[in-house]
């Protein structure tokens, strides 16, 4: 089973989350994606911030699922209708009772 990259909509007068997306990509084929290095990264998360178009489809571009992908790209586009976000992707290692 692939980990899941998450991606947040933020809406950048209220600084709330407005949409949210999981996508079922390897770390290291997110990496490709974004053709860019991480804002930060730690042992236990690694985030992009500014999330552009282009790299968020190439992302999704890795979903091996087509179903799941062409719902990830329906959802892409509406996110992106609105000028009022920024995008954020990140990837957390889970660590329970930690």
């Given at each position: 089973?692939?980990?899941?990259?998450?991606?947040?909509?933020?809406?950048?007068?209220?600084?709330?989350?407005?949409?949210?997306?999981?996508?079922?990509?390897?770390?290291?084929?997110?990496?490709?994606?974004?053709?860019r290095p991480p804002?930060?990264?730690?042992?236990?998360?690694?985030?992009?911030?500014?999330?552009?178009?282009?790299?968020?489809?190439?992302?999704?571009?890795?979903?091996?699922?087509?179903?799941?992908?062409?719902?990830?790209?329906?959802?892409?586009?509406?996110?992106?209708?609105?000028?009022?976000?920024?995008?954020?992707?990140?990837?957390?290692?889970?660590?329970?009772?930690?």
């Amino acid at each position: 089973m692939k980990p899941f990259a998450q991606m947040a909509a933020v809406d950048c007068e209220s600084r709330t989350v407005v949409h949210s997306l999981e996508i079922a990509v390897h770390l290291a084929d997110a990496r490709s994606a974004m053709q860019r290095p991480p804002d930060f990264e730690s042992p236990y998360i690694v985030s992009w911030g500014r999330v552009r178009r282009d790299e968020a489809e190439r992302l999704v571009a890795q979903e091996e699922d087509p179903e799941s992908r062409q719902e990830l790209l329906a959802e892409l586009n509406e996110i992106f209708a609105s000028d009022s976000v920024l995008i954020t992707l990140f990837y957390a290692e889970e660590r329970h009772g930690q």
